[in-house]
């Protein structure tokens, strides 16, 4: 500005300097404009960030192809076959899961089937033994009543007889005769009661007996129980840590992650239908409906077709195991024991 008002007041002769000076000096002003546009342009787009959208695989599926262009509809198109890839994997892996938890239901049923059958033998081998003992019980009942009938039956028979006996003797052999069989009669009901008595002694001292021998039996698996509970604390003291049983809940996580992947649309809600897990497991093409139903069935699923209790694949995927946990003992220390202070001397007055 400066050398144009210069120029203005100049005379006409240094016009054509100054046009030529002004004519140097443009390159250098336009080079100059030019580097300050350049160096702010890239200062602006250094301050652009790119933000990626993040989108889910079910949020691809759900669309409206009257409402999206057509690159979002060959996107949500790759979606849906990524979707049924991973479907078909995930029911892959699924399959091996099944069949090993349909394994240990087998198991564990074949494990109650012979405890039960062992348990039904035992039970029927003391009802055999009950069974003896009162066939026993029940036959030394008849002896005894069957003996009771005989000598009564021999009483009669003696009782006739002394009848007929009674008749042929006088008056004085008839009452000696008569208190010879008082006597014999009484000897023979003192002996009876003596008889009962000593049978009612044996009842009552083999039934003490049998008490007696469950009460040691008690006693002596209390005292075993305790000298194990004292050897196993004096070991622990001895390590300095006792060992303690916790039940911990496992979860599989990659099982999880599996049954999640058919739980729509969230797959936080824990639960799948018969139906869906019935499908794919159809969907391999490996599988009878026989074998489908004891997958199921293993799974905890209710062999109904038409049943409507969904799957807890949570609890199918978890498993209570007992862990050991190492508890220090803390051993408290022994009681201080004060020393009795010597007694005051006597100091005199």
Partial sequence: EKTEGDTEEAKPEGEEKEKEKEEEEEPKQKIKVKKMVKRKVTKETEKVVLKPVEMSL???MDYNTYETGEDTVEACLFAHAFDEMLSYFNAKKILPFLRKKKFEADEQAATLKRKREEETAERLAQAEKAREEAEAKRRKVEEEVK???EKAKAKLEAQAKLAEEMKTLTEEERAARMEVEKQKEEEEKKAEEEERKKKVEEDQKARQEEIKKVQEAALA???????KAKAQEEEDKKRGYRIVKHNVTVVDEEALALFQHFDRPTGTS??????TLEGLLH???ELTQREVD???KAAGLSPEPRASTPLNYRALVSRTTVEEKQEPIVVAPPPETKEPEPPAADVPA
């Avoid at 698996?221 to 000298?227: N, Q, R, T, V, Y």
């Avoid at 824990?270 to 139906?275: A, P, S």
């Fill in 294 to 296: 004891g997958l199921l």
């Fill in 221 to 227: 698996k209390k005292e075993a129980d305790a000298a």
């Fill in 58 to 60: 079910a949020a691809l």
């Fill in 147 to 149: 003996a009771r009938e």
């Fill in 270 to 275: 824990g639960l799948l239908r018969r139906e």
């Fill in 283 to 285: 969907a391999l093409g």
